[in-house]
């Protein structure tokens, strides 16, 4: 199998995330901008996710801002490691676990509520 050099890994992350916001490049620069209080630009966005160009490295310490601008996390998630990784799913699937028993029991008591209404119209 063949393995995919980071850098490239990174720019489809990016032009992935760009393209799936529903946002322009540019209001993605101007969004970056206002958060890092340093000028972006359309420019920039373009080199960073272009797949032609010589890499353009993006900033690692864009990456938090980047991934709230685009509504996107997986370049922030493909910068942990397998076990940090592993952790973030374990977090989620319990959320997730506790979210379902949660409906589980609404879902149990409106029916105990139906049922004693039930009897009582009897």
């Known amino acids: 199998m063949q393995r995919v050099h980071p850098e490239t890994a990174a720019r489809a992350l990016l032009r992935s995330a760009s393209k799936g916001s529903g946002k322009s490049r540019s209001q993605i620069a101007e969004e970056m901008s206002k958060t ?69 029991a609404e879902c149990a008591a409106a029916r105990r509520r139906r049922t004693k209404v039930k009897g009582h119209e009897r």
Not at 49 to 59: D, G, I, L, N, W
Not at 77 to 89: A, H, Q, T
């Open 36 to 104: 890092l209080d340093r000028r972006i630009t359309r420019s920039m966005i373009d080199d960073f996710t272009a797949e032609s160009k010589s890499p353009v490295r993006f900033p690692a310490a864009w990456v938090p801002t980047w991934c709230c601008v685009v509504g996107d996390d997986r370049l922030q998630r493909s910068l942990l490691d397998r076990r940090l990784r592993n952790l973030l799913e374990l977090g989620e699937h319990t959320i997730e676990a506790n979210r379902l028993r949660g409906e589980i």
